[in-house]
C-alpha cells in the first residue's frame, strides 16, 4: 500500500511512512510495548511537541482572520453532521428491533472522536456481579 501510495501521491510518503510502522506494531504480537508506546505516550509527546512548533511560527494577523473562523465552523457542522445521524440512526433501531439493539451503536460511529467508541464500548458492555 505504501508503494503503490507513494507512486500515486508522492508528496503522502512522509505521512504514510509514519503510519505503517504503527499498524505494524500493533499486528505484531511481538511488539506490544513499542506498540502501546507509539499509541499513547509517543503520541501525545508528538502532539505536543507539533502545536507549540506550529504554534510559534503562526502569527495572530495570520490565524485570526475570516477565513479561519470559516474553517472551524465548517469543522463544527462537519462533526455535527457526522454525529447526528449516527445516534439518531442508533434509536431507530432500537426503537425498530423493540429494544434488540443498543442505541450506543450510534455513537461509537463518530469517526473523528475514536475515544467515543472506547466510552460506548465500556458502557455498553454487561456487567456480571460476582
Do not use: H
Amino acid at each position: 500500500m505504501t508503494i503503490l501510495a507513494g507512486l500515486l501521491i508522492p508528496t503522502s510518503l512522509p505521512l504514510l511512512g509514519m503510519l505503517m510502522p504503527g499498524n505494524l506494531f500493533r499486528e505484531c504480537a511481538v511488539t506490544q510495548r513499542l506498540s502501546k508506546t507509539a499509541g499513547n505516550e509517543l503520541n501525545n509527546i508528538i502532539v505536543i511537541f507539533l502545536g507549540v512548533t506550529v504554534g510559534a511560527k503562526a502569527s495572530a494577523t495570520m490565524f485570526l482572520s475570516l477565513d479561519t473562523i470559516k474553517i472551524i465552523i465548517l469543522g463544527l457542522v462537519a462533526f455535527s453532521v457526522g454525529t447526528a445521524p449516527g445516534v439518531l440512526f442508533g434509536k431507530l433501531m432500537y426503537w425498530a428491533t423493540k429494544g434488540k439493539v443498543n442505541p450506543l451503536i450510534g455513537a461509537a460511529g463518530v469517526s473523528a472522536v475514536p475515544m467515543a467508541t472506547r466510552v460506548a464500548q465500556q458502557v455498553g458492555i454487561p456487567r456480571t456481579s460476582c
